[in-house]
Nanobody, 115 residues
Framework: QVQLVESGGGLVQPVGSLSLSCAAS????????MRWYRQAPGKERELVATITSYGNSNYADSVKGRVTISRDNAKNTVYLQMNTLKPEDTAVYYC?????????WGKGTLVTVSS
């Protein structure tokens, strides 16, 4: 059984920074793409960033230039470094990993950007 556990959420002031991580545990032999999504109150879940197994990344326009996705394959972990945070970045952030060809989701971590 594969489990994803996110951490790093919390309350941060506008223009502040926050780093999220998502570690996979269990039995697996490959992790392909890793993604971060977010869901703000009353809104649909949206894709924030993707990183492939080759390390190629892409971002939603709303976060481009402020967010960096990275991965540590030895630790089966994906990270999301967020800078210059805005109140509209407030959301529950979820990671999704393609493990052994199947998609797994974390339970989410809340990020609140407020003064």
């Amino acid at each position: 059984q594969v489990q994803l556990v996110e951490s790093g959420g919390g309350l941060v002031q506008p223009v502040g920074s926050l780093s999220l991580s998502c570690a996979a545990s269990g039995s697996f032999f490959s992790i392909n793409s890793m993604r971060w999504y977010r869901q703000a109150p009353g809104k649909e879940r949206e894709l924030v960033a993707t990183i492939t197994s080759y390390g190629n990344s892409n971002y939603a326009d709303s976060v481009k230039g402020r967010v960096t996705i990275s991965r540590d394959n030895a630790k089966n972990t994906v990270y999301l470094q967020m800078n210059t945070l805005k109140p509209e970045d407030t959301a529950v952030y979820y990671c999704r990993q393609n493990v052994n060809g199947m998609l797994y989701w974390g339970k989410g971590t809340l990020v609140t950007v407020s003064s």
